[in-house]
T-cell receptor, first 114, second 113 residues
Framework: NAGVMQNPRHLVRRRGQEARLRCSPM?????VYWYRQLPEEGLKFMVY????????ESGMPKERFSAEFPKEGPSILRIQQVVRGDSAAYFC????????????FGQGTRLTVV | KQEVTQIPAALSVPEGENLVLNCSFT??????LQWFRQDPGKGLTSLLL?????REQTSGRLNASLDKSSGRSTLYIAASQPGDSATYLC????????????FGTGTSLTVIP
C-alpha cells in the first residue's frame, strides 16, 4: 500500500504564474487535508475535502487559492497568480475518515516563487 | 481557538539518554492527539496516535501519554540514538473543528553520538 503521494516534490514558478499541486491519498482513504508550512513556522491547516466535496476551507486564503478532490484522480491545490509570499512547503494528508482515525502525510511539495 | 505549545523548542542530548518532549493544548475537548516526526526537508511520519479515551500508547522505544484534563501530552524516548535526531510535532483534533489538525511548532531534537 503506497503512502500519500504528492507531486511535484519541488516546483518553481515566476510571480504571476499558476501553481498546481497534486495529492494522491493512500488506498482506501477518502479524506484529504492540505496544510502549509512557512519557513520557521508550524503547519497551518488550509482545507479539508472528501470526494467531490469541500468540507472545511476555513484556513484557505479567499483569493487565488482553490482545491478540489474529484471522483477520479488526485486532489489538486491550485494557486493562481503566485506571489513571493506563497513560497512554502505544502503538505497533503489523508485518512479513512471518522474522528479517531490516524492521518498520514505525504512528502510535501516545496513551492518557490521567483 | 485551540493553541498547541511544545516545550522545549530545541533539545540536545548525548546518545543513550532517555528524554521527554512536552506538548500542551488549551482546549481539552479533543478527539485525538498524534505525534509526528519530521526530518529536514521531508514530510511527516506518524509515530503514535492517542485517542481521547486513551491514556497512553507505546511503540518500540516511544511512549506517549495523554492527560486531557490538564491539556498535556508527553512523548518519552528511551535510549536515544543519533537516528532519532529530527523535529517532533504534536497535533490535536478537536470536537469543534472535526478532523482539522492543530499543530505545535515542534521540538528540534539532536542526539549527539
Amino acid at each position: 500500500n503506497a503512502g500519500v503521494m504528492q507531486n511535484p516534490r519541488h516546483l518553481v514558478r515566476r510571480r504571476g504564474q499558476e501553481a498546481r499541486l497534486r495529492c494522491s491519498p493512500m488506498k482506501g482513504h477518502s479524506h484529504v487535508y492540505w496544510y502549509r508550512q512557512l519557513p520557521e513556522e508550524g503547519l497551518k491547516f488550509m482545507v479539508y475535502l472528501q470526494k467531490e466535496n469541500i468540507i472545511d476551507e476555513s484556513g484557505m486564503p479567499k483569493e487565488r487559492f482553490s482545491a478540489e478532490f474529484p471522483k477520479e484522480g488526485p486532489s489538486i491545490l491550485r494557486i493562481q497568480q503566485v506571489v513571493r509570499g506563497d513560497s512554502a512547503a505544502y503538505f497533503c494528508a489523508s485518512s479513512p475518515g471518522g474522528t479517531n482515525t490516524e492521518a498520514f502525510f505525504g512528502q510535501g511539495t516545496r513551492l518557490t516563487v521567483v | 481557538k485551540q493553541e498547541v505549545t511544545q516545550i522545549p523548542a530545541a533539545l540536545s542530548v548525548p546518545e543513550g539518554e532517555n528524554l521527554v518532549l512536552n506538548c500542551s493544548f488549551t482546549d481539552s475537548a479533543i478527539y485525538n492527539l498524534q505525534w509526528f516526526r519530521q526530518d529536514p526537508g521531508k514530510g511527516l511520519t506518524s509515530l503514535l496516535l492517542i485517542q481521547s479515551s486513551q491514556r497512553e500508547q507505546t511503540s518500540g522505544r516511544l511512549n506517549a501519554s495523554l492527560d486531557k484534563s490538564s491539556g498535556r501530552s508527553t512523548l518519552y524516548i528511551a535510549a536515544s540514538q543519533p537516528g532519532d535526531s529530527a523535529t517532533y510535532l504534536c497535533a490535536v483534533t478537536t470536537h469543534s473543528t472535526g478532523n482539522q489538525f492543530y499543530f505545535g511548532t515542534g521540538t528540534s531534537l539532536t542526539v549527539i553520538p
